[in-house]
């Protein structure tokens, strides 16, 4: 009964710790419910990035004495002080009787420690409860942490005959309106969104969210050649949202005048070494990662998708089918890469979402380093 009890309370954190997607990042998303007699009489969430943590503002919201109460949190409370407090101390302070954590902290600073502190303290301390759940749930966070790396999701729209864009080049729109509100969501919990020149060049997006409630990404564009339009929407709405340009040095020596403009309009540009003007993707992925940039969903085309699976760089993958045909046209994935059907590409874990008539396939890389 009490393992059930724990599982339904933990959900709830969970519930609670995704109202701060897309604006605690790097940090974690975490919530937080304490319990007393059968009853939650405090809930709370990490809000915002150097902000107050979810059991602090639980404790803040409490209508009861928590004195002998149960603590429940999705990830283990921090031990350290670092923009706040260590929440160990507060949990200690304030009487709390029992903690049921869903998953440890990876990072190095917590991983156990906070749990010890807690136990030392004479407070029991309940772990591993629904802990896939919640490791998915920050699946960001644990990349990030781990690996000094972003988060990777590839995003796609295709026709059921593999096309991104028709034989003129037009691709608005191959999804319905249902499945574009789904991406706008997407865009509003991860910390960029990434392109290639091509994806400017042709469709000249703004990367923003519209057609939701939520933060804009950080816009990201990788130009080898510094060849996109410096009137293009992306860099034209760039004091307004943070945009970052990679370029070669051979791109920018060869446009200093674009550069310089682009610079003025606000475009924050990284100049990648290299001996032509392709610019090395695990550079890129290093960079962001530096500028605490935790997740990254790519909207590119073909061969920017296509080099992010070439090179296993990406964690996550999001395939939209619409029940379209174009016939010739560009498709989804450049035939640059090619696996044997003895040993594919593939996808684990996969998920499929019908959004109206498109189908929306969900899936984490196979083998993929976690």
Not at 18 to 45: E, F, M, T, W
Not at 125 to 139: F, M, S, T, Y
Not at 200 to 207: G, N, Q, S, T
Not at 248 to 269: E, P, Q, R, T
């Amino acid at each position: 009964m009490k393992n059930a009890e724990d599982k339904k309370y933990l959900q709830e954190c969970f519930k609670l710790a995704q109202k701060g997607a897309g604006y605690v990042s790097p940090n974690p998303l975490v919530g937080c419910v304490i319990v007393k007699d059968g009853k939650i009489i405090g809930r709370g969430y990490h809000k915002q990035f150097g902000k107050a943590h979810a059991e602090v503002n639980a404790f803040k919201r409490a209508k009861n004495n928590v004195k002998g109460a149960t603590l429940y949190v999705n990830l283990e409370p921090c031990s350290y002080f670092g923009k706040t407090p260590p929440c160990t101390e507060v949990i200690i302070s304030k009487g709390i009787k029992r903690v049921v954590v869903g998953t440890r902290d990876p990072n190095t600073l917590v991983n156990g420690a906070g749990i010890r502190k807690l136990r030392t303290a004479g407070i029991q301390v309940v772990e591993g409860i629904l802990e896939p759940e919640a490791k998915q749930l920050n699946e960001f966070f644990h990349k990030y942490i781990t690996q000094k790396l972003p988060f990777v999701t590839l995003k796609m729209a295709q026709t059921l005959d593999g096309k991104i864009a028709d034989y003129q080049g037009n691709s608005r729109w191959i999804s319905n309106l249902e499945t574009r509100k789904k991406v706008h969501e997407l865009r509003a919990k991860y910390d960029a969104i990434l392109v290639g020149a091509n994806t400017v060049h042709k469709d000249d997006p703004e990367l923003t969210v519209r057609l939701v409630k939520g933060r804009n990404p950080i816009r990201v564009v990788l130009d080898g050649s510094l060849s996109v339009s410096k009137k293009s929407k992306i860099f034209l709405t760039a004091t307004e949202n943070p945009t970052l340009l990679f370029t070669s040095k051979k791109g920018y020596l060869k446009n200093l005048k674009k550069a310089s403009f682009l610079k003025n309009m606000g475009v924050k540009i990284f100049v990648i070494k290299s001996k032509s003007t392709i610019i090395s993707l695990k550079t890129v992925l290093n960079i962001l990662a530096k500028n605490s940039i935790a997740s990254i969903l790519v909207e590119g085309g073909s061969e920017v998708v296509a080099q992010f699976i070439k090179n296993r760089f990406a964690d996550k993958i999001i395939y939209t089918i619409a029940p379209k045909i174009l016939g010739k046209g560009t498709p989804a994935i450049s035939d640059k890469i090619r696996f044997p059907i003895t040993n594919p590409f593939e996808l684990q874990d996969v998920t499929f979402q019908q959004c109206g008539t498109d189908i929306m396939i969900e899936g984490y890389i196979k083998n993929r380093e976690k």
